[in-house]
């Protein structure tokens, strides 16, 4: 079992950034896929992107592709999200999840509790 801690969070004007962290521990993550999902109010959660641990492959949705990025720090064991160009509309929490790599809730086997990001007009 993969345990998952979400922190970076928080208020934010639009065009600012923010950066994401995930802090995995309890297994070892090489041949993990590490996800980022988001959910804004009153929808339901979606994909934002993911990376091969191992690789360091990424994949994005068309939303964020060239605001956001993930990387991957192996010594830290921890997964970060930049998000830059934040819009409104970004406003969500935001989910780390292990598992394989791929674009869908069911690739994914452990989640973290979320961090909340809200970006002002």
């Known amino acids: 079992q993969v345990q998952l801690v979400e922190s970076g969070g928080g208020l934010v004007q639009a065009g600012g950034s923010l950066r994401l962290s995930c802090e995995a521990s309890?297994?070892?993550?090489?041949?993990?896929?590490m996800g980022w999902f988001r959910q804004r109010p009153g929808k339901a959660r979606e994909f934002v992107g993911t990376?091969?641990?191992?690789?360091?492959?990424?994949t994005y949705a068309d939303s964020v592709k060239g605001r956001f990025a993930i990387s991957r720090d192996n010594a830290k064991n921890t997964v970060y999200l930049q998000t830059n160009n934040l819009k409104p509309e970004d406003t969500a929490v935001y989910y780390c999840?292990?598992?394989?790599?791929?674009?869908?809730?069911?690739?994914?086997?452990?989640w973290g509790q979320g961090t909340q990001v809200t970006v002002s007009s």
């Open positions: 990376i091969d641990w191992k690789s360091a492959s990424t």
């Open positions: 309890g297994r070892t993550f090489s041949r993990y896929g």
């Open positions: 999840a292990a598992g394989r790599y791929g674009t869908i809730e069911n690739a994914y086997s452990s």
